[in-house]
């Protein structure tokens, strides 16, 4: 009972169209516009250097602690929002819902892709500060479009999963931004993975946001060789969520209607 | 003839609140409290879950047994008060919401306009909010691009396509929104209530529209208010009521038995008359004249005859009679009377024979009265079935602005070339 992909793929004017519309309307009739996608990134980098750089002195792994925090915070910015905006997608398009039919997968997998275009915008930033702070990218970096599958697919799966649950129990809705600060520590975006010791790295590597900032670091930073282990465990995991996540969300989908 | 709809059964479950229990002691409120989360989750999660019991108390039946079959090119109409399940049952035929039980079997590409402008985004301009629009209900951008000035022209917006939508006055953003999806071809259409927007000049246009689509062999299921516009475009009708189908039929005996009902029975056998002093009795009514299909139902502007036969058992001498005509709210719409009646025993008609019968489509009753000098009255009958005028409607489009009488009429503004001449006498026109 996996989604009906010939439908899915009939309506994809429309995934574009509400891509476009999220994308605009968000930066709409506000001053700094797109530029809205680098403070939130920036300022976080700030303050991470200051608290975790300069006062708690924690190991950036040779390089500038600025460029190591924001290297991470590309990506899990990325996550964090496409997750909270997923959650609440179906809520928030509730108007939609009980209007009109159509694949209801649209919803949840819209802030996926709009929220790509923040991540260019920050991808971009962090060439500027590369060259700012004069570190050279390795050959590795050319697998990041391979990670940015990985974390396309683990914020899809944890969004598909959590809207639904959203939609009956606005709970979800409420913690999720809260339990995205959380999460935060639990991917190595103010430390380090070799900070973990070695006998946890696997469990820890579960987390799929662990691959991927590390193979970002790994890439563009050179800070260590491409983290394979972690990577593979991490992908695991996504490619998990997100299938449970579509089977869990077509399993809902009928009565989104009447709940929401 | 092939199947577009065929619903079988259809029956749909909502759950609607119950009142929480209240208890009385500080250690009770106290317990409620603490156990507030516990009962959240399970009313929470009752909401999509239903047992198999379904007389639950706080349940309600929005649709019951609903089976009927659309064929193919169809245009039917569906009334019922509010509340009765006319959108629930459009929401499950459109997939929206998922029958508790039964089944609909949709054969051909559907779309759904239970409301205009789904999905509009203020920020956004007219132009891509019709694009928008109209993928979401279910048009390709190939589509879109093709009809895009058609679209536009129709809304009549060609100045402010490219201007946020939140700038357009609210006829100009429902112009819009209709006008797309006024230009949806599927080959099944379900429509709720959405073709009273706009002034008037928009609304002719969109009846127009709808009148193109229902003759161009679509199959279209239209709920609406407007019995007028029903009766333009629907050949027939479904009218629901507390979740099942009351009557499903041509529209003029639909409507005409809905509207029947909506204005109450009351003057059903007003008076009863005492068979003892029983000289005649009326039998009944038809039309004679233009042979109707239905000896109740009248489909032209022209003349009518219409007959009301009686059985006389007693000669009748110096005897009058009344005929009147009541409309579905019980209101009087006219009345005659003829005297000098002599009539002796066995059968006879009371045959009128009328130029027009100008009404406002809807059912109306005759009343027949029979009196003579000896014994005063001698019958008096709500006549049955009612009668039902189902000639096309010519008046205004909405309603409440149509008035009691329908008839052709014709209209065309000319140069007034006298109104100048000082010579006749001055009329003025008062505002």
Redesign the interface.
Known sequence: MLPDRKELW??R??L???V??DV??RY??SVLGVGWAIIQPLFSMIVFTVVFGSLAKIDSEGRPYAIFSYTALVPWTYFSNAVSTSTGSLIT?S????????PRLIIPLTPLLSKLIDFGVGFSILFVLMLWFQVTPTLNALYIPLLLMVLMLAAGGMGMWLTSLAV??RDVNYGISFGMQLLMYAAPVVYPASLVPDAYRSFYALNPMVGVIEGFRAGLLGTTPMPWDLIAIGSCTALLLFVTGALFFRH?E??F???V | MSIAIDARNISKI?RIGRAEQKRDTLVGACMNLASIPIRN?RR??S??VFGGNQDEEDTIWALKDVTFQVHTGDVIGIVGRNGSGKSTLL?VL?????PTRGEARIYGRMS?L??VG??F?P??SGR?NL??NG???????AEIVKKFDEIVDFAGVEKFIDT?VKRYSSGMRVRLAFAVAAHLEPEIMVVDEVLAVGDLAFQRKCLGKMNEVGESGRTVLLVSHQMSQLRRLCKRAIWIDGGAIQKFGPTAEVLGAYEKSMSGDENQSLWTVRESRRKASFLGWDIAEPQPRQPNVVETHGAVVVRFHLQVMQPIHDGHHDLFLYDAEGRLVWGTVASDLELEPGKHAFVYTLSSLPLRPGSYSWRVTLYDRATGLIDRQNCVPELLIATEPLGHPRDEWAGFLNFPHTFRAVRDNHTARADRPAVSVTR
Request: glycine share 4%; net charge positive; aromatic share 14%.
């Open positions: 009939r309506y004017d429309l574009f169209f509400l476009w519309r605009k309307a709409a009739q398009s108007g939609m819902l009980s209007k009109v039919y159509f009956q129990y809902k009928a009565a209607a009447d709940v | 909502y989750l929470l999660r909401l999509s929401k459109s997939r929206i919401t998922p759904s239970l409301e789904t999905g985004h920020e956004l891509e694009y928008l993928t979401i209900l279910g048009m390709t951008k946020p």
